[in-house]
């Protein structure tokens, strides 16, 4: 059964910064695309950010860039999210996500990790 | 990258057919067979049910169909059920540096 659980959301004040992790189990995760998906509170999907299998092809949204970092190691089977400069429309929940290539659907999602950026 | 545009709301009574439309450009929807389409209930997380515009992933009802003409893609739900009140949401490929673009997002309710 393919598993991904994301951790490391949190209560934060704008600018700080946050790591999220997901692990991810059940499938062969170094075979796998993994992105980062949000949704804000009451509000629609919005893509963050992508990473290829082996990390050589990455992409940003525009409203994250230089500020947000992706990263995976597959040794470990985990996906990362490096968030810098956290500004209050950047609160969501965030969804990891693995899809068998850069170009190919969202196959199966996690449950979500809350970020949320207040003073 | 502007979101895919989607009606805010669409609804149908039981045993009925509707349409979802997902408005893009040239850029994604028009370039690329690969629009999903996920559906989320309240609290849960998205779940697949099209992919590459026309495909059903394995255990999605054959109620559920996709299809796409030039800059808009369209899901529609047959013989409409309780269970298919969730919102809905289209998502297109859109190319190398930008890569991914979602839909408004569309509630459905059963009447």
């Known amino acids: 059964e393919v598993q991904l659980v994301e951790s490391g959301g949190d209560l934060v004040q704008p600018g700080r910064s946050l790591r999220l992790s997901c692990a991810a189990s059940g499938f062969t995760f170094d075979d796998y695309a993994m992105h980062w998906v949000r949704q804000a509170p009451g509000k629609g999907l919005e893509w963050v950010s992508s990473?290829?299998?082996?990390?050589?092809?990455?992409g940003y949204a525009d409203s994250v860039k230089g500020r947000f970092t992706i990263s995976r190691d597959n040794a470990k089977n985990s996906l990362y999210l490096q968030m810098n400069s956290l500004r209050a429309e950047d609160t969501a929940l965030y969804y990891c996500?693995?899809?068998?290539?850069?170009?190919?659907?969202?196959?199966?999602w996690g449950q979500g990790t809350l970020v949320s950026v207040s003073s | 990258q502007s979101a895919l545009t989607q009606p805010a709301s669409v609804s149908g009574s039981p045993g009925q057919s509707i349409t979802i439309s997902c408005t893009g450009t040239s850029s994604d929807v028009g370039s690329y067979n690969l629009v999903s389409w996920y559906q989320q209930h309240p609290g849960k997380a998205p779940k697949l049910i099209i992919y590459?515009?026309?495909k059903r992933p394995s255990g999605v009802s054959t109620r559920f169909s996709g299809s796409k003409s030039g800059n808009t893609a369209s899901l529609t739900i047959s013989g409409l059920q309780a269970e298919d009140e969730a919102d809905y949401y289209c998502?297109?490929?859109?190319?190398?540096?930008?890569?991914?673009?979602f839909g408004t997002g569309t509630k459905v309710t059963v009447l």
């Open positions: 590459e515009g026309i």
């Open positions: 998502c297109s490929y859109a190319g190398s540096s930008t890569f991914y673009v």
């Open positions: 990473i290829s299998w082996n990390g050589g092809s990455i």
């Open positions: 996500v693995n899809s068998r290539g850069l170009r190919a659907y969202f196959d199966y």
